[in-house]
């Protein structure tokens, strides 16, 4: 394949693009990032430190909590105060277990600061009154006096915390209240004005936004909410076979892999038809489509429970991954924030955890291998259906990232690229399938890893890079 790069000026990739999502479900919170203080997992302040330590080498940007459906059910103020006094609940969603509390808002604080990133915090408005929402604002953000500033003093943080995204209800078209489009518009701008800003540091509020290609829903909140939100939430998962009966995340055939990765390249459909509506009422971009759940959506691991969504990870998760990043960055002057779902033992996860055990998947490794596109200027990207290749060209400084995922089964594919005036090679590395379904476990944990690319070549004005079938390569030159 030939490509000749343009040097016109692309928008910025925000870095939101990488972000992440944690939600009281399974094991993501409890057992996967929360351990506790007395745990013999080794942990600050009860959060795991090799999970914490596998985030920070992403650069995870932001965190989005504690849902999901879980959201629109968590009533915050049992998740304050002493642990052995907090309140516990049914987690009705998510296999029906009992939810201790023991992991709130203070801890989900220690989080977001142990990680260096941004904190995303979902509202309640399923269950939830707007009184309940506003409080909670309050009780992150407020740093004078207050009946909640004051109440978070009490339980032993002076300071507010950084609170820079808040989602007003998820997916309240379904799980967070089976509302329809018009009345849940009117129930945003309600609740969202209670959302108040009581330090220096505005909140980004993110409104509900559709499911998959429920346009209508998009064209009702752009019409009636748009000037009220700074980003509009949209859901798409990958998946195969039915919703009832899921196909499997190792063990597939052929027809699966293929299957799995139309249904992924779908996100540039819906993001275009999106975007397109919300370009009607808002040309400058403002709003931005805020895809805080994407992913694969794969059969749970026989034996464990189907409420607690646990399943493996491979490379053809791998290529969903750069698939969809390249898709996104595409788009990267409408979609201000994505999160994958979700960060630990939970779908399409970056790392899977057994006691003490950690494994990074291979989605993990994309992006490792994709972090250098954060905050990077955007030159171009391809990802034709057509085509088992797709690709994204960023520049940062002087440096210009290449990434290519090569998601042919069995071909190798050589992409040439023109007019790039790279001066030399600084780096060259990548992940590779040797079968479709190859994955880590906790007895092979580097199945697929991270290795030097070796053919990789400047010729005159040409970057030539051969990619294996299967494999995700990314490529650094000084230009
Ligand atoms: O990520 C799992 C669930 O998928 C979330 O709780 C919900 O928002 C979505 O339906």
Known sequence: MKVTVINKKGPKISKYIYG??????????????????????????????????????????????PGGCF??????????GPKETRNKMVNTHWGGVTENNHFGTHEFFELIKQLECDAYVNGNVGSGTVQEMQEWVEYITMAGESPMANQRRENGQDEPWKMKFFGVGNESWGCGGNMRAEYYA?????????????????????????TV???YWTEVLMKNAGRFMDGLSLHHYAMTGAWEDKGPATGFEEKEWWSLIKHAQYMDELITRHS???????????????????????????????????????????????ITFNIFHKHAERVHMANIAQT?????????????EMVKTPTYHVFDLYKEHH????????????ETITYTISKKDQVMTISICNFSLTENETI????????????????????????????????????????????????????????????????
């Open 416 to 479: 040439s690229i023109d007019n790039i005036n790279a001066k030399s090679i600084l780096s060259a590395k990548g992940i590779k399938g040797e079968k479709m379904d190859d994955y880590n476990d906790f007895s092979h944990p580097e199945t697929v890893t991270i290795q030097d690319v070796e053919e990789v070549q400047i010729f005159d004005q040409t970057l030539e890079v051969k990619v294996a079938p299967m494999s995700v390569v990314t490529v650094q030159v000084a230009i």
């Open 375 to 386: 905050e990077a200027e955007f030159v171009e990207s391809f990802g034709d259906e057509s």
């Open 344 to 356: 630990v033992n939970v779908l399409q996860s970056m790392v899977l955890t057994e006691g003490a």
């Open 186 to 210: 009117d129930e945003y701008r309600r609740y969202q004005t209670y959302v108040r800003q009581y330090g220096e540091q505005p909140i980004y509020k993110i409104a509900c936004g559709p």
């Open 213 to 215: 290609d429920d346009y």
């Open 276 to 322: 397109a509506i919300m370009d009607q009422y808002d040309p400058e971009k403002r709003v931005g489509l805020i895809v805080d759940e994407w992913g694969t959506w794969l059969a749970v691991e026989p034996g464990t429970n189907p409420g607690f969504l646990y399943q493996q990870n491979s490379i053809r998760d791998a290529m969903v991954a750069a």
């Open 71 to 80: 959201a629109d059910e968590y009533h915050w103020k049992d998740g304050i």
């Open 20 to 65: 992440h999502f944690a939600e009281h479900l399974g094991r993501c919170i409890y057992g996967g990032i929360y351990v506790g203080e007395d745990s013999e997992i080794p942990n600050v302040n009860g959060m795991r430190q090799d999970v914490v330590e596998a985030l920070k080498n992403i650069k995870i940007p932001v965190l989005r909590w």
